[in-house]
């Protein structure tokens, strides 16, 4: 038997078995950048659990939980993160460093503006070049 490896190969009566290496479960989900997979005593029984490292919460860990719910658990903490209103620095008309969370209907009126005090033709936002600036 050639290409086999002599650690994977049962006796088995004078014939040679060639049995699968133990796997390791592999983590492939992008999710997993963010949980850590850990053993808690619960009741007096170790149990697998997914600790979240943004809040550290608890979410079921077992052999057949998938990541769904892991997926849903980021997008909670995308929506709360969208809802809060990331802080970005920027400066003012006297060049002051200053922070400000981006609105969308604030950015929108200053658009508005802009293209109604630039006099621009409303053709201008159909342009290729336009759209994909504002997507």
């Given at each position: 038997?050639?290409?086999?490896?002599?650690?994977n190969?049962?006796?088995?009566?004078?014939?040679?078995v060639?049995?699968?290496?133990?796997?390791?479960?592999?983590?492939?989900s992008l999710?997993?950048?963010l949980f850590e997979?850990?053993?808690?005593?619960?009741?007096?029984?170790?149990?697998?659990k997914?600790?979240?490292?943004?809040?550290?919460?608890l979410?079921n860990g077992?052999?057949?939980?998938?990541?769904s719910?892991l997926?849903?658990?980021l997008?909670?903490?995308?929506?709360?993160?969208?809802?809060?209103?990331?802080?970005?620095?920027?400066?003012?008309?006297?060049?002051?460093?200053?922070k400000?969370?981006?609105?969308?209907?604030?950015?929108?009126?200053?658009?508005?503006?802009?293209?109604?005090?630039?006099?621009?033709?409303?053709?201008?936002?159909?342009k290729?070049?336009?759209?994909?600036?504002?997507?």
């Amino acid at each position: 038997m050639e290409n086999t490896n002599e650690a994977n190969l049962t006796d088995c009566g004078g014939s040679h078995v060639l049995e699968p290496p133990t796997k390791t479960p592999k983590f492939k989900s992008l999710v997993w950048s963010l949980f850590e997979r850990v053993r808690i005593n619960e009741h007096g029984e170790l149990i697998t659990k997914n600790k979240c490292s943004i809040c550290k919460a608890l979410l079921n860990g077992g052999p057949t939980a998938g990541t769904s719910h892991l997926k849903r658990h980021l997008k909670m903490h995308e929506k709360a993160q969208a809802e809060a209103g990331q802080m970005q620095l920027g400066s003012d008309p006297h060049d002051n460093l200053n922070k400000y969370g981006y609105n969308k209907e604030n950015a929108h009126k200053e658009l508005v503006d802009f293209i109604i005090i630039a006099e621009l033709p409303f053709t201008f936002v159909e342009k290729h070049d336009f759209k994909g600036m504002i997507q």
